[in-house]
């Protein structure tokens, strides 16, 4: 805002600025400085070209920007892509509605590929996918704690493996994940109880 600003200075892109010298070319400016022709003045950027990098130019001033413009990334599943002034990043291709991943700032479906964020199971290790798809990294040994890994997630088991136990006249034995029973044995058919297991 011109009023925050000193007496002879004007507000450009957040910053306070001498007002520009009149040019009708970039030889007219002092050292640093080109020619707006649009502004008749000597400014210090007419495009981003004119400034460092990382900086972008803005109403004639080159200010450090939040991106290098056109550079991508991944925010999920989504690609994005820094704005050509470099303040900030707007999504390009959602690579989910594709059933790809985004990694390294594009959608992909190879070998490795995964969707950001979700968990899964290799075993007892519960995996998550990096957050930009690349590949999973183990969070946690469930048999650690004497648990499984169901869905993504450490699950209490419902049994010892191996142990027999009765559900009615049928003998039962724990499935080797302690995650549920199969019937061995139905000893009501035979005419007798089951006791035990």
Do not use: R
Request: proline share 4%.
């Amino acid at each position: 805002m011109n009023a925050d600003c000193a007496p002879g200075t004007a507000c450009k892109a957040s910053q306070c600025v001498p007002p520009p010298k009149p040019c009708t070319s970039s030889k007219e400016c002092s050292k640093g400085l080109v020619c707006d022709k649009a502004i008749g003045g000597c400014v210090e950027c007419v495009s981003s070209d004119d400034c460092a990098t990382g900086q972008a130019c803005t109403e004639g001033v080159c200010v450090t920007t939040g991106c290098t413009p056109g550079e991508k990334s991944c925010q999920g599943a989504v690609v994005i892509a820094c704005a050509p002034d470099g303040k900030g990043f707007a999504a390009v291709a959602d690579c989910g509605t594709s059933g790809k991943s985004c990694v390294a700032g594009a959608c992909t479906a190879g070998a490795g590929a995964c969707t950001p964020k979700a968990k899964t199971c290799k075993g007892s290790l519960v995996l998550e996918c990096k957050a930009d798809g690349s590949g999973e990294v183990a969070l946690v040994d469930c048999s650690v704690a004497g648990s499984v890994c169901v869905g993504g997630a450490c699950a209490a088991k419902t049994c010892k493996a191996g142990a027999k136990s009765c559900q009615g006249d049928a003998i039962h034995q724990c499935n080797g994940d302690g995650m549920g029973t199969s019937a061995l044995d139905d000893c009501g058919k035979k005419g007798l109880a089951c006791t035990g297991g």
